[in-house]
Each structure stands twice: as C-alpha cells, then as structure tokens.
C-alpha cells in the first residue's frame, strides 16, 4: 500500500521559512520523480515543484528562487524548503508520486499559513 505523508506545516510570518517533508512507503522511490502541489482557499490545485530520481528540478514561476525541493532517496523522503514566505503562499501542500508526469499518488497534505 503506497503511503505519502506530509509533515511540517503550520503558521509562519511573512518572510519566514518552513520547511516541509513528505515520507514514501510502498513505492520504488529512488525511480518516482516527485513533486509537491499546493491548493489555496477556492483555488484549483497547482504545481509547485518537481524533482527527478537524478536530481533534476522544476519550479512554478511564483515560487522560483524562494523555494528548493529536494529528495533523499536512502530516506524515502522528499523536502520542500520554503522561503521568503509570503500570505499568497498559504494553502495545503500535497506530496506525490508521479507517473508520466501526472500525479499518481498523493499525500493528505499539510496546511501552510502565512500571516502576520
């Protein structure tokens, strides 16, 4: 049974940093490329960022430069560095697992709030 779960989240101020993680199990992970997508109150879900079994990354243009995704493939394990926070950046951000490209599995997600 693949298992994606989110950790991480909370409320943080403007300018801030978080720092998400999404744990994987039941999945070949070193082979998946993953990602994390994000959906904000009466908006549709979005990508976020993406990153290959090698390493490769894909931001959205809203996020690039602020934020870095990365993996652990020993850990199972996929972060999203968050930083230079801002309130548009608040919504729950889901880990998955893709397929051709196209989210195959996904996470609970974890809520982000950015307020002062």
């Known amino acids: 049974q693949v298992q994606l779960v989110e950790s991480g989240g909370g409320l943080v101020q403007p300018g801030g940093s978080l720092r998400l993680s999404c744990a994987a199990s039941?999945?070949?992970?070193?082979?998946?490329?993953m990602g994390w997508y994000r959906q904000a109150p009466g908006k549709e879900r979005e990508l976020v960022a993406t990153?290959?079994?090698?390493?490769?990354?894909n931001y959205a243009g809203s996020v690039k430069g602020r934020f870095t995704i990365s993996r652990d493939n020993a850990k199972n394990t996929v972060y999203l560095q968050m930083n230079i926070l801002k309130p548009e950046d608040t919504a729950v951000y889901y880990c998955?697992?893709?397929?051709?490209?196209?989210?195959?599995?996904w996470g609970k997600g974890t809520l982000v709030t950015v307020s002062s």
């Open positions: 998955t697992a893709l397929k051709n490209w196209r989210p195959d599995y």
């Open positions: 990153v290959t079994s090698g390493g490769t990354t």
């Open positions: 039941g999945i070949i992970f070193s082979i998946n490329v």
